[in-house]
């Protein structure tokens, strides 16, 4: 842990790219600024959100009432559903939702700033740690629950048969859309020159659109570039994809995730 004198300029005379859509991207150029970095916004992912489409699906005003349980494992699938829910008058009131089952703080806090009352279990640091964390908690989730699981076409399904062996039920609905965002030619040659770089990277998906990005694996593998995980599901594919160096946080959160970056600066990096 770096100490307080450290900490203003901890990043000092790096650029960290932050992948996030530049709204969500904002907030945290400006924490890397704090610690002395220069933050460079380069989505590598575009969201849309679906709530038109949405009619279809079968999960309507009755059904909704009967889940146990709605499990939130982004933030973006808290806006979907919350965009779907404001296409419906009668579903407005947060006293007509099931329980919230957040992974992550960002998930958390995007539905606390909805108005939602969401819960979140100690130590669980992706889905996979959600799902085990509910077929654990008797006193929470009754026997046979039914969940609500609002996501996007690129989410990890690898928790759901954790859940239904258990003999639970999930009932998915797409909210939103991921599509890949990958940088231009000129922006990957430009993130070559630069001797020391960080890039922020906060799903698998931005992982993949990374890939597209750098087809000769170049950046992924080049000297002084740092690549830090939101998650260990992004890690899982950061890994998968060939990227050189790789840290991940220990919390899916963005103070997690640049304190993982400058550790990693201690290390040497």
């Known amino acids: 842990m770096y100490t307080e004198g450290e900490k203003a300029d901890i990043l000092h005379g790096i650029t960290v790219v932050v992948t996030r859509s530049t709204e969500e991207s904002k907030a945290t150029a400006l924490k890397v600024m704090s610690l002395g970095g220069m933050p460079l916004i380069a989505p590598l992912i575009k969201v849309h959100f679906l709530a038109e489409d949405l009619g279809a699906t079968g999960v309507g005003v009755i059904e909704i009432s009967r889940y146990h349980g709605i499990i939130a494992t ?11 829910l404001g296409l419906h008058a009668e579903l407005n009131s947060p006293d007509f939702l099931p329980p919230i089952f957040a992974v992550g703080q960002a998930t958390l806090r995007t539905a606390e700033e909805l108005g939602w009352s969401a819960q979140l279990f100690p130590d669980v ?20 629950a ?24 999930v009932q998915d609905v797409f909210v939103y859309r991921t599509d890949l965002s990958p940088w231009s030619l000129k922006l990957r040659n430009h993130l070559l020159t630069i001797p020391r770089l960080v890039v922020l990277l ?3 998906s931005a992982v993949f659109s990374l890939q597209q ?3 000769g694996g170049l950046l992924r593998t080049k000297s002084g570039t740092l690549f830090a995980c939101i998650g260990n599901t ?16 220990k919390h899916p959160t963005d103070s997690e995730l640049l304190q993982a970056v400058s550790e990693a600066i201690q290390r040497g990096f």
């Open 74 to 84: 982004s933030a973006n699938a808290v806006r979907g559903l919350q965009r779907w």
């Open 125 to 144: 640091k992706d889905s996979l740690g959600l799902a085990y964390a509910l077929v654990n908690s008797f006193d929470k989730v009754p026997p046979h």
């Open 234 to 249: 992004t890690l899982r594919s950061a890994q998968d994809g060939g990227l050189r160096e790789v840290v991940v946080a």
């Open 213 to 215: 990005s750098d087809p």
């Open 202 to 204: 906060f799903s698998p």
């Open 146 to 169: 039914h969940f609500l699981w609002p996501r996007g076409q690129m989410a990890d399904t690898r928790w759901v048969p954790v859940l239904e062996q258990a003999g639970y039920k």
